[in-house]
């Protein structure tokens, strides 16, 4: 399939490239119209063909409670439409795919964004600020092939010091590539900082908690009040959620920016690596201890141990280590699992 030249245009404001696995899929059909998925609800889609969004119905196998949810399009795909109704055939190739395992007794993939650039991570400076958290936000971002972008929200309220003192404790993400933004998410001025992250061609996803401030940051990115905003809880920084469904957005900038509604479970999906993820000096502090199979317990030669007991290694830096290692082996055995029997299947 060829695209027209105006068309083009169009759709690389939105974030297509020529060089993607969705162009070279697309220019190898024989039909289809095409157009990327800017929100998902339970009853179907809303797409975008460059000149305008409307809704569209999904194929009849996505509709049946047992069809993987990962084989179903998602916010930020490129689709190919039917020609003579407004009906999904089916989604192109992706690239920078964040998901998450679904919380539930079987194991089955959420789809949070796709053919994504960077992922936002919003994270208030206030009872929202956890680095344990970020830590874990870091590895399923890590997962995705996207950037990671730690944006730390409501330094006007928390002062320079805290913010600073903030940013310190996030060295080891830092260390390990993610970018680190402390800004107050109110001010168009703060929120420029972001711009050159977002410009033409560029899809990033915003995610984290409810009451982090997300909705905020939004508005000021596309300065105008397009999403709603409600105050946090005072006891413990926590909001409702206020943004309902993921939806692409497109920036004065000339970038696409994915909302998601608050996350509360992180679950890994068993794709994921430490690597790179913030915890590289304890993996090398590891590969000094004196046994291999060493469990950094009471070992003579432990080399872990010998950093915490000289204030070298934070404890909660390394009890979330050996969290996120034992979740995700078994995360592991179980996608093996599933690979090998297939989805579970449903009671009648």
């Given at each position: 399939m060829?695209i027209q030249?105006?068309?083009l245009?169009?759709?690389r404001?939105?974030?297509?490239?020529?060089?993607?696995?969705a162009?070279?899929?697309?220019?190898?059909?024989?039909?289809?119209?095409?157009?990327?998925?800017t929100?998902q609800?339970?009853t179907?889609?809303?797409?975008?063909?460059?000149?305008?969004e409307?809704?569209v119905?999904?194929?009849?196998?996505?509709t049946?409670?047992?069809?993987p949810?990962?084989?179903r399009?998602a916010?930020?795909?490129?689709?190919?439409?039917?020609?003579?109704?407004?009906?999904i055939i089916?989604?192109?190739?992706?690239?920078?795919?964040?998901?998450?395992?679904?919380?539930?007794?079987?194991?089955?993939?959420?789809?949070?964004?796709?053919?994504?650039?960077?992922?936002?991570?919003?994270?208030?400076l206030?009872?929202d600020?956890?680095?344990?958290?970020?830590e874990?936000y870091?590895v399923?971002?890590?997962?995705?092939?996207?950037?990671?972008v730690?944006?730390?929200?409501k330094s006007?309220l928390?002062g320079?010091?805290?913010?600073d003192?903030?940013?310190?404790?996030l060295?080891?993400l830092?260390?390990?590539?993610a970018?680190?933004i402390a800004l107050?998410?109110?001010?168009?001025e703060?929120?420029a900082?972001?711009t050159?992250?977002?410009?033409p061609?560029?899809?990033a996803?915003?995610v984290g908690?409810?009451?982090?401030g997300?909705?905020?940051?939004?508005?000021?990115?596309?300065?105008?009040?397009?999403?709603?905003?409600?105050?946090?809880?005072a006891?413990?920084?926590?909001?409702r959620?206020?943004?309902t469904?993921?939806?692409?957005?497109?920036l004065?900038s000339?970038?696409c920016?994915?909302d998601?509604?608050?996350?509360r479970e992180?679950?890994?999906?068993?794709?994921?690596?430490?690597?790179?993820t913030?915890f590289?000096?304890?993996?090398?502090?590891?590969?000094?201890?004196?046994?291999?199979?060493?469990?950094?317990?009471r070992?003579p030669?432990?080399a872990v141990?010998?950093?915490?007991?000289a204030?070298?290694?934070d404890?909660?830096?390394l009890?979330?280590?050996r969290?996120?290692q034992a979740?995700l082996?078994?995360?592991q055995?179980?996608?093996?699992?599933?690979?090998?029997?297939g989805?579970?299947?449903?009671r009648?």
């Amino acid at each position: 399939m060829q695209i027209q030249p105006e068309q083009l245009t169009r759709l690389r404001s939105m974030g297509w490239r020529e060089n993607s696995p969705a162009a070279e899929a697309y220019a190898q059909a024989v039909e289809g119209r095409l157009a990327r998925v800017t929100e998902q609800h339970r009853t179907g889609y809303v797409v975008d063909e460059g000149e305008r969004e409307f809704k569209v119905q999904a194929p009849a196998p996505w509709t049946r409670g047992n069809f993987p949810p990962e084989q179903r399009a998602a916010v930020g795909d490129w689709v190919r439409l039917a020609e003579a109704e407004d009906l999904i055939i089916d989604w192109l190739p992706r690239f920078g795919v964040l998901k998450r395992a679904a919380a539930g007794e079987h194991y089955k993939q959420q789809l949070i964004a796709t053919n994504i650039d960077r992922v936002l991570v919003v994270c208030g400076l206030d009872g929202d600020f956890n680095p344990r958290r970020l830590e874990r936000y870091l590895v399923l971002v890590r997962g995705s092939g996207a950037e990671a972008v730690f944006v730390l929200t409501k330094s006007d309220l928390c002062g320079d010091e805290n913010a600073d003192l903030a940013l310190e404790t996030l060295e080891m993400l830092e260390e390990a590539g993610a970018k680190l933004i402390a800004l107050n998410a109110r001010s168009l001025e703060s929120v420029a900082v972001l711009t050159p992250l977002l410009g033409p061609g560029v899809t990033a996803v915003l995610v984290g908690s409810s009451g982090a401030g997300k909705s905020t940051l939004t508005n000021s990115l596309l300065g105008i009040e397009r999403q709603k905003t409600k105050a946090v809880r005072a006891n413990d920084s926590r909001g409702r959620h206020t943004t309902t469904h993921r939806a692409l957005l497109r920036l004065p900038s000339g970038g696409c920016l994915i909302d998601t509604p608050g996350m509360r479970e992180l679950k890994l999906t068993g794709e994921e690596t430490l690597d790179r993820t913030g915890f590289d000096h304890i993996e090398a502090l590891a590969a000094q201890c004196r046994f291999r199979d060493c469990q950094h317990e009471r070992e003579p030669g432990c080399a872990v141990q010998a950093a915490l007991d000289a204030d070298q290694l934070d404890p909660g830096a390394l009890s979330n280590y050996r969290k996120l290692q034992a979740e995700l082996e078994l995360a592991q055995r179980t996608l093996k699992k599933r690979e090998r029997d297939g989805p579970p299947r449903r009671r009648r």
